[in-house]
């Protein structure tokens, strides 16, 4: 045993004499890195850059090797740049080449930004929600907040009970009528049916509160938010003793609940399907990303009067909305007049589901329409061209009342996600299922995990596994 452990050591001795012995040649002699140092067998020339003066031991190295030159952290080489003229010639003559993201295990593991897979709905939902709940409470929850967390999972979990099939329980004009006549019916039917609308007393509680807490705090002069809005409308109704009007207490909780459900499920849901759709094809992906670099650049983030100038990457959002559905079924309406519709008679009353999907999926108005195809919003000059039977948001009276927030979210979070990262498959891109999860009220997309790398100078090719 003692002879195996001494021919071990005396191994391991000889492969790192013969390591230093290369390094030494390395940091002599002219190659393929500058010169530099002599770097120390496994450590490198760790000993020779004192802790916490690391810049200075580094230039002090510089008067001796000159302005590029080479120092082994560990086993691992790294060029130093050291004065104006050198980091000038590199960074800005020879931007696109030194644009390249170097690793630093200490930054990857604090920022998990490696590669790493990862599941985006957690983040998409906190960045989201964040923004209906500046506009209707005034101000943003920090994303491990506990009723933050809480009030997401709520609406998370409403969301996906009414997409699966027992959301066409609950939905489906047939069951509502039976429900209608026999009120108690689904009260004694087992089910996730009924967590729906305990979720919904517990939401209504919340924002009940919000009312509450926005009652004893706001100033009739200052509208802070939504709610200081609806409560000053609230007021002036009261003086004119107005009793038809729609500003009561409980429109007021319903409207504030269909903004949060409408504006942060929906929202989160496309975005996610969107990032699942173009790590599936990654060409999609590289020619907006290329679109981003030639139009807006790297400086600053994406901006809403940057979408007329970047008609490849407005398609692309258009098609994903339209491929995905997110709400297939819109939401229901009922007539309030007896109508003729195709030459049938709807009397008053009448249930009605626009299938916003079939729409979407209409072939004499798209391409391929069970394809993912951008071009379906692009014209023979490659310009950028809307199409009536787009409708994701539904038309009318009864249009979402988020439309306009929904779309500058999707294209700001979607444009700004491209603009910094590639977005890698765990996997071959060939493998990924687009179908969704559950359909119902909602097409849900399915579970799944990405990786996100930073975009520098290496082509997406260069980083897949």
Same mark, same amino acid.
């Given at each position: 045993?003692?002879?195996?452990?001494?021919?071990?050591?005396?191994?391991?001795?000889?492969?790192?004499?013969?390591?230093?012995?290369?390094?030494?040649?390395?940091?002599?002699?002219?190659?393929?890195?500058?010169?530099?140092?002599?770097?120390?067998?496994?450590?490198?020339?760790?000993?020779?850059?004192?802790?916490?003066?690391?810049?200075?031991?580094?230039?002090?190295?510089?008067?001796?090797?000159?302005?590029?030159?080479?120092?082994?952290?560990?086993?691992?080489?790294?060029?130093?740049?050291?004065?104006?003229?050198?980091?000038?010639?590199?960074?800005?003559?020879?931007?696109?080449?030194?644009?390249?993201?170097?690793?630093?295990?200490?930054?990857?593991?604090?920022?998990?930004?490696?590669?790493?897979?990862?599941?985006?709905?957690?983040?998409?939902?906190?960045?989201?929600?964040?923004?209906?709940?500046?506009?209707?409470?005034?101000?943003?929850?920090?994303?491990?907040?506990?009723?933050?967390?809480?009030?997401?999972?709520?609406?998370?979990?409403?969301?996906?009970?009414?997409?699966?099939?027992?959301?066409?329980?609950?939905?489906?004009?047939?069951?509502?009528?039976?429900?209608?006549?026999?009120?108690?019916?689904?009260?004694?039917?087992?089910?996730?049916?009924?967590?729906?609308?305990?979720?919904?007393?517990?939401?209504?509680?919340?924002?009940?509160?919000?009312?509450?807490?926005?009652?004893?705090?706001?100033?009739?002069?200052?509208?802070?938010?939504?709610?200081?809005?609806?409560?000053?409308?609230?007021?002036?109704?009261?003086?004119?003793?107005?009793?038809?009007?729609?500003?009561?207490?409980?429109?007021?909780?319903?409207?504030?609940?269909?903004?949060?459900?409408?504006?942060?499920?929906?929202?989160?849901?496309?975005?996610?399907?969107?990032?699942?759709?173009?790590?599936?094809?990654?060409?999609?992906?590289?020619?907006?990303?290329?679109?981003?670099?030639?139009?807006?650049?790297?400086?600053?983030?994406?901006?809403?009067?940057?979408?007329?100038?970047?008609?490849?990457?407005?398609?692309? *959002?258009?098609? $994903?909305?339209?491929?995905?559905?997110? /709400? &297939?079924? !819109?939401? %229901?309406?009922?007539?309030?007049?007896?109508?003729?519709?195709?030459?049938?008679?709807?009397?008053?009353?009448?249930?009605?589901?626009?299938?916003?999907?079939?729409?979407?999926?209409?072939?004499?108005?798209?391409?391929?329409?069970?394809?993912?195809?951008?071009?379906?919003?692009?014209?023979?000059?490659?310009?950028?061209?809307?199409?009536?039977?787009?409708?994701?948001?539904?038309?009318?009276?009864?249009?979402?009342?988020?439309?306009?927030?929904?779309?500058?979210?999707?294209?700001?979070? *979607?444009?700004? $996600?491209?603009?910094?990262?590639?977005? /890698? &498959?765990? !996997?071959? %891109?060939?493998?990924?299922?687009?179908?969704?999860?559950?359909?119902?009220?909602?097409?849900?997309?399915?579970?799944?995990?990405?990786?996100?790398?930073?975009?520098?100078?290496?082509?997406?090719?260069?980083?897949?596994?």
């Amino acid at each position: 045993m003692l002879t195996c452990v001494t021919a071990l050591l005396l191994l391991a001795l000889v492969l790192a004499l013969a390591w230093w012995g290369c390094g030494t040649r390395r940091a002599r002699t002219p190659g393929p890195l500058p010169p530099g140092p002599t770097p120390l067998p496994l450590l490198g020339n760790l000993l020779q850059l004192e802790s916490g003066r690391l810049d200075r031991a580094l230039m002090e190295l510089s008067g001796r090797w000159g302005p590029v030159f080479t120092v082994w952290l560990g086993p691992r080489p790294a060029v130093v740049l050291c004065s104006y003229a050198a980091l000038r010639d590199a960074l800005v003559l020879q931007a696109d080449t030194f644009s390249g993201r170097g690793a630093m295990a200490v930054f990857e593991r604090f920022t998990r930004r490696n590669g790493a897979p990862l599941n985006p709905r957690q983040l998409l939902d906190n960045a989201v929600a964040n923004v209906i709940c500046s506009v209707v409470f005034g101000h943003r929850y920090g994303y491990t907040d506990p009723e933050f967390r809480r009030l997401l999972d709520l609406f998370h979990d409403n969301f996906r009970i009414m997409s699966s099939r027992w959301g066409e329980v609950i939905l489906g004009s047939a069951s509502a009528q039976i429900y209608n006549i026999f009120p108690s019916l689904l009260d004694w039917i087992p089910g996730p049916h009924h967590r729906i609308f305990g979720n919904f007393t517990e939401l209504r509680v919340f924002i009940s509160e919000q009312i509450q807490r926005h009652r004893q705090t706001r100033q009739p002069e200052v509208a802070r938010d939504f709610i200081d809005c609806f409560l000053a409308q609230m007021d002036k109704v009261q003086e004119q003793q107005d009793p038809e009007s729609h500003f009561q207490r409980e429109t007021l909780v319903m409207t504030t609940h269909n903004l949060f459900f409408g504006g942060t499920e929906t929202t989160s849901t496309t975005l996610r399907y969107g990032l699942l759709i173009l790590v599936k094809y990654p060409e999609v992906a590289a020619k907006v990303q290329a679109e981003l670099d030639a139009v807006v650049g790297r400086a600053h983030a994406p901006r809403l009067e940057d979408r007329a100038r970047l008609p490849y990457t407005n398609a692309v *959002l258009h098609e $994903i909305q339209r491929f995905i559905s997110v /709400l &297939p079924l !819109g939401l %229901p309406r009922a007539l309030t007049r007896d109508a003729h519709l195709h030459g049938h008679f709807l009397p008053k009353g009448t249930f009605v589901i626009p299938l916003l999907a079939s729409s979407h999926r209409d072939p004499t108005q798209f391409k391929d329409p069970d394809c993912f195809n951008p071009t379906n919003f692009l014209d023979d000059k490659g310009e950028f061209q809307s199409n009536d039977a787009f409708m994701p948001f539904a038309l009318g009276k009864r249009m979402c009342l988020g439309a306009g927030l929904a779309r500058s979210e999707i294209f700001l979070f *979607l444009t700004a $996600i491209l603009q910094r990262f590639h977005l /890698l &498959p765990v !996997g071959s %891109p060939a493998n990924i299922d687009l179908t969704p999860q559950c359909t119902g009220l909602g097409n849900v997309p399915p579970v799944f995990q990405l990786r996100l790398v930073a975009r520098g100078g290496l082509s997406p090719a260069t980083h897949t596994q």
